[in-house]
């Protein structure tokens, strides 16, 4: 018992604190400390019952989503919450907040009893829990190596400009830190920018457009036929692989409705392997948090092509999958902690 992960569950519908329960009771390493039916019920129910991650909901009565979130991580900051949102406009804006203000991630809520739909947000559920029990581990960790002795060497070249694109990936832990990112892009930037963060249908259009109040450049969700130009950046359109496509010496974003790769839509790998394929496009390619290995072959073909490539370090990623793959395979030009990734960027642009 003392190694399962401690969940608490909370919805405000009796029904849904089934489902997520029966999810998450499926599971031999997680462990069910208790059940809140509103906001004002989970914030006494983790004083008493100290959980290591909460499902949240975003909007219930007495105490909303967003006001319990706050009070939790005024309580403990190392408590991992993560949201159970509905997908609706409002549930989107109110999702991205709760990032913003510190959620570990969020999943969507069941839309029906649909049995492949309940069973593929079991496996999201699921895996996030265990992602944010896995970075509650770390903060254990007095330090870590900026460059992890288990990963191939980085490459000492370093080859000089010019570059004329930024490409950017990222999963679980990714809003947030493009969140600290993309405000320090200056709005003069010369390359236009091209963004996948791994999200559902839904929430990128609210993602994108927090953002774009957020940074100096523009950002605005992708969507088919529109230029990349610089001083402008387009995020992915979560159920959507985005590709570069150049048409009379100009780019643009091309929308592909395939299946999955690397288990993700949008998917990295994707974006970067049709980048690969233009020849004067030189980019500079940076890898962030995130689950898994997305990135890492497109990031690979890219430096073969005389990329720059960049990933966050484990001292500030909080799943290192995503730029540990890509270090694996000897993509990774340079890894650097968040805050210094933003300032590399702009100098590799100089």
Not at 91 to 107: M, Q, S, Y
């Amino acid at each position: 018992m003392n190694n399962k992960i401690r969940v608490l569950v909370v919805d405000d519908s009796a029904f849904m604190r089934l489902v997520i329960s029966d999810m998450l009771a499926s599971d031999p390493q997680i462990h069910i400390v208790g059940k809140a039916r509103n906001g004002a019920d989970a914030v006494e129910k983790v004083k008493r019952l100290k959980p290591d991650v909460v499902t949240l909901d975003v909007e219930m009565p007495v105490m909303d989503g967003v006001t319990a979130l706050k009070s939790i991580l005024n309580l403990n900051e190392n408590i991992k919450v993560i949201m159970v949102s509905t997908l609706t406009s409002e549930g989107a804006e109110t999702t991205i907040k709760c990032l913003e203000l510190g959620a570990f991630d969020f999943v969507h809520k069941p839309s029906n009893s649909n049995p492949k739909e309940i069973e593929k947000i079991k496996e999201n559920l699921l895996n996030k829990i265990k992602a944010a029990a896995s970075s509650l581990k770390r903060l254990e960790i007095p330090s870590i190596p900026t460059t992890p002795a288990s990963l191939k060497p980085i490459s000492a070249q370093q080859k000089s400009g010019p570059y004329n694109m930024l490409l950017i990936a990222s999963s679980t832990g990714g809003p947030q830190a493009l969140m600290k990112m993309l405000p320090e892009i200056p709005k003069d930037f010369p390359a236009p920018i091209a963004i996948v963060q791994h999200m559902p249908p839904g929430f990128t259009k609210s993602f994108a457009a927090r953002l774009n109040q957020l940074c100096q450049i523009s950002i605005e969700e992708a969507a088919e036929g529109k230029l990349l130009v610089p001083q402008k950046a387009f995020i992915a359109p979560g159920g959507y692989h985005l590709v570069v496509k150049e048409k009379n010496k100009k780019i643009h974003c091309s929308l592909v409705d395939l299946p999955p790769v690397n288990a993700v839509k949008p998917a990295a790998d994707v974006l970067f392997q049709s980048i690969s394929l233009l020849e004067n496009i030189r980019p500079v390619t940076v890898i962030l948090t995130g689950m898994g290995k997305d990135g890492a072959k497109g990031a690979l073909r890219l430096k073969e092509k005389n990329a720059f490539v960049i990933a966050e370090s484990p001292e500030t990623a909080v799943i290192f999958g995503m730029p540990k793959a890509a270090g694996e395979v000897g993509a990774v030009d340079v890894f650097l902690p968040l805050h210094k990734i933003a300032p590399k960027v702009v100098e590799l642009f100089t």
